[in-house]
């Protein structure tokens, strides 16, 4: 080889990013999934159906590891401190991207700066829920309740700055009425609650709380799409009960700690395309109330972005804080 092809060569090779060719064949090992949130959240029972998924195509396990606390805070460190070599990433949801950010004036991470976006995975809808004893049997009828006692009617969420919090306070701001926030560590601890009467209400991905809905422990007062959906086809949006345009849902999406080799990250985007295009995954994601994305690396990145923004706003008009 002459001279100025291994010039080239050293050239080409300082551009690629570190690590990209330390590991012909990644993976090597099982990966390790954090999902920063209970198990049984919305976001947990979407990451168990991809990650099963992806294991099975890549001959790999992913193992997924549930580290709640803080409304995600702590296992969002862990993913952020790991060593960024594809073997950890992380099962990430909106709030923890885009909502914590805007509560906390001090955080123990930056979602742009420490993390690397790998791909959207699948959007979570939300809705309104009570005991299926409950007195409200819909949107309407809570709003009206909660306008005649101010500050009366409490509602579970999975602790402070969860997206629940955020659903329900952005709710009581649109509709111009005053509820009691009662915060929980995790949102299924919240929605075993409201089933079972200690606590009215709860806005909740209905990923959670869909078996409880069919099971008749838990109410579907109202979901906040922008039209029905097929799968709670009787239930109005909360736009169609009095809160005209109010929509609300979560994200679940694949994060990785920043310094991940690019092509280890265009790895994984790949996997979870191709899970994400398994009928069976589909099915089964679909029934838990979520709608299949994907995405690339750049395109969350930017929605990621635009989220930030999005929710700065929407916190500021319905004063959105910690309590």
């Not at 209970?38 to 099975?56: E, K, L, P």
């Not at 409201?194 to 409880?212: D, M, R, Y």
């Not at 979560?250 to 009928?279: Q, Y």
Request: zero cysteines; proline letters at 7%; hydrophobic letters at 45%.
């Amino acid at each position: 080889m002459s001279f100025a092809h291994r010039i080239a060569l050293i050239v080409v090779l300082a551009a690629l990013p570190f690590g990209a060719t330390a590991q012909p064949g990644y993976p090597l090992k099982p990966i390790r999934m954090i999902i920063p949130l209970a198990a049984a959240s919305a976001v947990d029972n979407a990451a168990r159906i991809v990650a099963q998924q992806m294991s099975a195509n890549m001959g790999e396990q992913i193992v997924v590891d549930n580290q709640p606390g803080a409304a995600g805070l702590i296992g969002a460190e862990h993913v952020a401190r790991a060593a960024p070599d594809g073997y950890t990433i992380g099962g990430f949801n909106d709030s923890i991207m885009t909502m914590l950010p805007n509560l906390h004036a001090k955080m123990p991470w930056d979602i742009l700066r420490d993390f690397e976006p790998v791909s959207l995975v699948a959007t979570v809808e939300w809705g309104l829920v009570a005991s299926n004893q409950s007195i409200y049997r819909t949107a309407a009828e809570l709003i009206a309740a909660a306008g005649a006692a101010p500050g009366r009617i409490d509602y579970a969420t999975g602790g402070n700055g969860s997206p629940q919090h955020v659903a329900m306070a952005l709710f009581a701001s649109t509709a111009g009425v005053s509820l009691t926030h009662v915060p929980y560590k995790g949102a299924t601890q919240a929605a075993l609650d409201v089933a079972a009467g200690q606590v009215p209400v709860s806005f909740q991905g209905l990923a959670t709380v869909a078996s409880l809905i069919r099971g008749g422990k838990l109410r579907l007062l109202g979901v906040s799409t922008r039209s029905r959906l097929p799968q709670f086809a009787d239930v109005p949006t909360i736009s169609e009960s009095g809160l005209p345009g109010f929509e609300f849902n979560s994200w679940f999406t694949i994060m990785v700690p920043a310094g991940t080799p690019r092509p280890i990250i265009a790895r994984l985007n790949a996997e979870v395309r191709k899970a994400l295009a398994d009928p069976g995954v589909r099915e089964k994601l679909n029934a838990q109330g979520l709608t299949v994305r994907g995405s690339s690396p750049e395109e969350l990145g930017a929605a990621t972005r635009e989220q930030l923004a999005k929710y700065a706003r929407l916190m500021k008009q319905a004063g959105v804080v910690i309590d």
